[in-house]
């Protein structure tokens, strides 16, 4: 008997609610999303996250939008009936594998050339199809899903429609990112870090935008495409941005799965063109989680991922805009989460599966949500970013030189790179703190704070000083003395670069002080 094969009717996404596990029906996901506590997808893997909340979040506007009201208000037979809405009525756009190749399939499109002759390539498992790129089974183990489930087709098939970049001649990706190597990352706040939470927030969220989409992108209000894998494509020709809606999920790949000798395989082919044209939008297509640069290109997370510097321009610099996924929103509450995702992708290669949650205090939050105290914020951040360059480039490595190169007599070189190591260690300590000192210091005066921060920084550098001594490969017979320059070193260039870190602290009053008070 073939497998269940409707995502409509038949309970194929593995969940975990209240410790219990279930299986449901895309409706039942969705209602459960809306209406009940939070819910674990027990079949999904890490990097996948973010395109199946994107993907059920788009859903989920699309079906408020046309119902004009709010997701928590919708019955389970309610949701079927939006979803079948979306489709135009057309069922098998929900179902798996279709042996019709002129009717469309889940997140695959109708083959008007009525045969697979042009999807050549053959995929057996769902992690083969997917959009991860590993080198020689190192991080993730190629194709391993020899006994994959319906579910693990479906987290595939939505990541490589709505999350992949350019991989090869004919291979097009998304419009929502900023060309075929960069990224489409998720970056927002939100009451929590869990999927109905999240769901919740960020459904208002696109609702809230539509009418910045229409006005500034030119989306049309009605009749644009909303499901792209539902249109026919022979992978010679694009749709227009704009004959699209603002909420549209796309796809950007010609696949077909197919049940066949008791298992479900795929059947691949290439396109000559991308399915949305638009690379003149630099992946600025309105997406609420995608910050956009001043200079009009979509974001691109890099192999650091969410680092403090990247967070500190998002939440607090002029360099990006706001985008209203970041701006607070009542339901929030007084302590919201930042959460940031990306894939980082590269050229043939991705560059790691990037989290970042991070709590935001109450009093940090108030002042996010003004301009004055935001950009108050921004400087005192900015300021801590500098700090910590110079302490890496001009205090540490300098020190680090001296030592790995024995002290020399004559002038040393700066550009040694061996340092690396030593500098990558203390970037990432600061990165750990970075952020619960930059919260701590909104109570202190900019005298302490600036002192706290220096004394914080010359402990760290110097840490990694000491470890660098015990590990460096030194030679034995200069040792002592570079040991000792580098030492003499470091203190000099942080009496420049630190120079809170040496002021005496001020003395507290005592208790008759106090009462003189």
């Keep these: 008997m073939p497998p269940p094969n409707s995502l409509l009717d038949d309970g194929i996404i593995g969940v975990s609610r209240g ?20 819910v674990e997808f027990t079949g999904i893997r890490a990097h996948q996250h973010h395109a199946w909340h994107a993907f059920l979040v788009q859903l989920g506007a699309l079906v408020a939008h046309r119902g004009g009201a709010g997701v928590t208000s919708l019955s389970l037979a309610g949701w079927r009936e939006a979803l079948m809405d979306l489709s135009a009525g057309v069922e098998e756009a929900w179902w798996l594998t279709v042996d019709e190749l002129a009717r469309p399939a889940f997140l695959q499109p109708p083959v008007p050339e009525g045969d697979l002759s042009a999807l050549k390539k053959v995929i057996e498992r769902p992690d083969s199809l997917d959009v991860l790129v590993t080198g020689r089974n190192h991080d993730e183990k190629a ?47 939100a009451p929590g870090i869990g999927w109905t939470t999240r769901f919740r927030r960020d ?28 249109l026919p494509w022979d992978g010679e020709d694009s749709l227009d941005l704009q004959s699209c809606d603002p909420f ?23 396109s000559s063109c991308a399915r949305v044209s638009g690379a003149e939008t630099k992946g600025d297509t309105g997406d609420p989680w995608v910050p956009v640069g001043v200079d ?13 510097r990247l967070l500190t321009d998002l939440l607090f610099s002029g360099d990006y805009a706001r985008r209203t996924a970041l701006i607070p929103r009542k339901e929030d509450g007084d302590e919201p989460w930042f959460i940031g995702r990306v894939l980082s992708r590269g050229k043939g290669a991705t560059a ?15 002042k996010l949500g003004s301009r004055e105290t935001r950009l108050a914020l921004a400087q005192l951040a900015r300021g801590r970013v500098e700090q910590a360059d110079a302490v890496e480039r001009k205090v540490l490595h300098r020190a680090l030189c001296v030592l790995l190169q024995g002290a020399p007599s004559t002038k040393g070189n700066y550009k040694d790179r061996r340092t690396r190591k030593w500098i990558d260690r203390l970037d990432s300590a600061i990165d750990q703190v970075f952020f619960d000192e930059l919260w701590a210091s909104v109570d202190l005066t900019l005298e302490e704070a600036r002192r706290r921060w220096d004394r914080l920084l010359f402990t760290l550098a110097e840490r990694e000083l000491e470890t660098a001594i015990h590990a460096a490969p030194v030679p034995r017979s200069r040792a002592t003395r570079a040991i000792a320059m580098a030492e003499i070193r470091f203190h000099s260039l942080a009496r420049q670069h630190l120079s809170g870190a040496f002021e005496p602290e001020e003395p507290k009053p005592t208790h008759q002080e106090e009462n003189m008070q």
């Design 352 to 366: 790691g599966f990037h989290i970042r949650h991070l709590p935001v205090p109450a009093k940090v939050r108030l």
């Design 203 to 230: 459904v208002a969220v696109w609702r809230d935008s539509r009418p910045a989409l229409l006005t500034d992108y030119g989306y049309p209000d009605r009749g644009g495409f909303a499901l792209l894998w539902a």
């Design 248 to 270: 549209f999920v796309e796809i950007c790949r010609r696949v077909r799965l197919l049940y066949s000798r008791g298992r479900i395989a795929a059947r691949a082919g290439l």
């Design 19 to 38: 410790g219990d596990h279930a299986w449901l029906t895309l409706p039942q996901v969705l209602h459960a999303l809306s209406t009940e506590e939070d």
């Design 296 to 308: 009009g290109k979509a974001l691109s997370v890099g192999a650091n991922g969410f680092s403090y």
């Design 143 to 189: 194709q391993r899903m020899a006994n994959a489930k319906p579910e693990h087709w479906i987290y595939a098939l939505v990541t490589l429609q709505t999350m992949e970049g350019f991989s090869g001649r004919d291979n097009y990706g998304i419009v929502r990112m900023n060309g075929g190597f960069g990224s489409r990352p998720s970056v927002g706040l």
